[in-house]
């Protein structure tokens, strides 16, 4: 389960039931500015961080 203010620079995501993959570039953590209470998700389920 990904938070985005957790989400790191060059991690990537992915969906467990469409295989969507998202890329992280720029890390809303590193700004301080991040208000996300949601995990990110898609197709419903939380984006998962690929091994």
Same mark, same amino acid.
Request: glycine residues 10%.
């Given at each position: /389960?990904? *938070?985005? *203010?957790? /989400? +790191?620079? #060059? !991690? @990537?995501? @992915?969906? &467990?039931?469409?295989? $969507? !993959?998202? !890329? @992280? @570039? %720029? %890390?809303?953590?590193? =700004? #301080?500015?991040? %208000?996300?209470? !949601?995990?990110? =998700?898609?197709?419903? &389920?939380? $984006?998962? $961080? +690929?091994?």
């Amino acid at each position: /389960m990904a *938070h985005c *203010h957790e /989400m +790191k620079t #060059g !991690e @990537v995501y @992915v969906c &467990q039931t469409c295989g $969507l !993959e998202i !890329e @992280v @570039v %720029s %890390s809303c953590g590193d =700004s #301080g500015a991040c %208000s996300c209470t !949601e995990p990110v =998700s898609c197709c419903g &389920q939380p $984006l998962t $961080l +690929k091994a």
